[in-house]
């Protein structure tokens, strides 16, 4: 499956933006959904992952309570909304997609990737 981001921008700390993963060359709902984020000079770390079916989520500590990940397999898209915005979210966000278990947070168990889509909090 190819994912394509977008939604990502500069806003202010506190501001909210919402990214978008659009799937094609594939079902949606075959995959578990991930986001991850890479900062300059830092490794990929995992954001948040939904099943397949939307009913299991999980987060990164430090997004606790703040992003909410969601998806809708009738549009093959998922979703990152992400609010409070702080400085240290600055990265580029990453969608990535497999066909499963449900639960990791690496990395190396996600085959595919979008192209990622720069997000800038400005203190």
């Known amino acids: 499956v190819q994912l394509v981001e977008s939604g990502g921008g500069l806003v202010q700390a506190g501001g909210s933006l919402r990214l978008s993963c659009a799937a094609s060359?594939?079902?949606?709902?075959?995959?578990?959904m991930a986001w991850f984020r890479q900062a300059p000079g830092k490794e990929r770390e995992f954001v948040a992952s939904?099943?397949?079916?939307?009913?299991?989520?999980d987060y990164a500590d430090s997004v606790k309570g703040r992003f909410i990940i969601s998806r809708d397999n009738a549009k093959n898209t998922g979703y990152l909304a992400m609010d409070s915005l702080k400085p240290e979210d600055t990265a580029k966000y990453y969608c990535?997609?497999?066909?499963?278990?449900?639960?990791?947070?690496?990395?190396?168990?996600?085959?595919?990737w979008g192209q990622g889509t720069q997000v800038t909090v400005s203190s």
């Open positions: 939904i099943d397949w079916n939307g009913e299991m989520t």
């Open positions: 990535a997609a497999t066909r499963g278990p449900y639960g990791s947070p690496w990395a190396r168990d996600f085959d595919s």
């Open positions: 060359g594939g079902t949606l709902r075959n995959y578990v």
